[in-house]
């Protein structure tokens, strides 16, 4: 179930901008506190009792590698990172594996929130941003933005802040 950083990064170049896919990177955090609990036999029946102290422990040490790696990203690239967050009520696999996984996704989202720079969360339903891809540049995927795209970067931009 692991998987590339890259596969929750899109870049749009126009406005220099990197954009990680909060949700999914979420369940990408997801699954692999499912691969470590499975790791140390902490499993009872395939299923995952959320574990507080151990899962937050779990949680805070990769939430901050990872934060350095997508850094170190935007920095190669020299741009801004913008962490979007939109929930889908479909998810993927690792569902299964949890006795609540709207807890899961409750805990994992207020850590992200707190730790990630220019976190915005997309409420309206209606609405689906950043899926347009084509192309990459320097390995990253690039966006081709749709109207709704352009219109949300646009009021968005003037709050975004300089990650280094």
Known sequence: MKRNKKQYLVYYLKDNILILDVFEYLESLASDIVDYLFEWHLVKENKVKFQ???????????????????QKIAKDI?????????????????ELFYENPNKVISVC???????????????????????????????????IPTGEDEYFLQNFLKKLKRVS
């Open 109 to 143: 989202k207020s850590m992200l929130k707190n730790k990630l720079p220019n976190f915005f969360e997309n409420k309206n339903e209606d609405v689906r941003l950043f899926e347009n891809i084509k192309g990459t540049f320097k390995t990253v995927p690039c966006l």
């Open 52 to 70: 507080k102290k151990l899962v937050f422990s779990f949680l805070n040490q990769k939430i901050e590698d990872d934060i350095l790696v997508f």
């Open 78 to 94: 020299d741009c801004s990172l913008l962490c979007f967050y939109k929930l889908n009520n479909t998810f993927k696999q690792w």
